[in-house]
């Protein structure tokens, strides 16, 4: 079985200033992908960055970055210079890849409230 | 790419009536995945189908729910005889195969059950 796990839930942020939110996954899994979500007061689910379990590389998409740590199963996310429009609910989420038990569904942790400050 | 399509975007309905909702997929996706969501919980996996068939049910979707795609395009959610605890917002999300392709979701039908 799949399990995320956000510990934050809520967060404040400056504007103009760099905000990480925490996730950490269990998987037995051997190949998994990571994901992060936006979701606006709006409620629609915006996807925002990826990360492949075998990647060797950190993902990184404007101001998103990921800090994969696969030893410590952590998968934070780094939102540099944030912005009013940030404000939102954060979801990590997990799916097995190809062989994987849990193959095509997400699983999603909790969330975490971030509110940004002007 | 318009996007994936829910709808209805609200239903209110009395305890033990019938509901249907329809997703449409972006057009090129193959995968679509049904979720729902409750008030200030990440959503939780119902079914997901691989064109026309439906791969993987979690055991959340009880016998009062049923999900079809019947041509490999559209999708329907069903719920049967609903109950309170059915209220909740159920998003669809559709992906091309592969696997870190990201889902994308439409914006959900939020059901009030009275």
């Known amino acids: 079985a799949q399990k995320i796990t956000q510990t934050q839930p809520g967060m404040f942020v400056q504007e103009k200033e760099a905000v990480t939110l925490d996730c950490t996954y269990d998987t037995s899994d051997p190949s998994y992908g990571l994901f992060w979500y936006k979701q606006p007061s709006s409620g629609e689910m915006i996807f925002l960055i990826y990360?492949?379990?075998?990647?060797?590389q950190n993902a990184t998409e404007g101001r998103y970055s990921l800090n994969f740590q696969k030893a410590r199963k952590s998968a934070n996310l780094v939102i540099s210079a944030s912005q009013l429009g940030d404000s939102a609910m954060y979801f990590c989420?997990?799916?097995?890849?190809?062989?994987?038990?849990?193959?095509?569904?997400?699983?999603f942790g909790q969330g975490t409230i971030l509110t940004v400050h002007p | 790419d318009t996007g994936v399509s829910q709808d209805p975007r609200h239903k209110i309905t009395k305890r033990g009536q019938n509901v249907t909702f329809r997703c449409d997929p972006i057009s090129e996706h193959n995968r679509l995945y049904w979720y729902r969501q409750t008030l200030g919980q990440g959503p939780e996996f119902l079914t997901y189908f691989q064109n026309e068939a439906q791969l993987e049910k979690s055991r959340l979707l009880s016998d009062r729910f049923s999900a079809e795609r019947p041509k490999g395009s559209f999708s329907t959610l069903e719920i049967q005889r609903t109950e309170q605890g059915d209220s909740a917002m159920y998003l669809c999300a559709s992906s091309p195969a592969g696997s870190s392709q990201p889902q994308h979701f439409g914006d959900g039908t939020r059901l009030s059950i009275l």
């Open positions: 990360q492949g379990s075998y990647d060797q």
């Open positions: 989420a997990m799916r097995a890849n190809a062989g994987g038990t849990s193959y095509g569904k997400l699983t």
